[in-house]
């Protein structure tokens, strides 16, 4: 990843490394330039854990902003998880609705 000297703005903090990776990874792939900050909880970094420090989503150009934050809130929004439909399909890859019947993930 090429350095960026240039004013560089917070976009959001993640409750993980991983979602922060996860979103950050999705702002580049939409042309974003985002990156990972993180930010440890006691001011000494490299002394913790990775999870114990609080990753923040920055992104190189505070003009994207905009767009950013509406990925992120679809990213945000969008469950990651399995579920089964009543008509018996089984749901994956984050879908709120059955692509075969057409119901929406329950509750
Ligand atoms: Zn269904």
Known sequence: MPIH??????LTR???LTTATLWVDALNTEGISASVQRQYLSGVAGELPP?????????AHPEQEARARTLLHHL???????????????????????????????G
């Open 5 to 10: 000297n240039g004013p560089m703005l917070r």
């Open 76 to 106: 945000q929004h969008v469950p990651q998880r399995q579920w089964w439909c009543r008509c018996g399909e089984f749901v994956e890859g984050g879908f709120e609705q059955c692509w075969r019947c057409g119901a929406w993930m329950p």
């Open 14 to 16: 993640a409750p993980d």
């Open 51 to 59: 999870d114990q420090c609080t990753p923040e989503v920055w992104i």
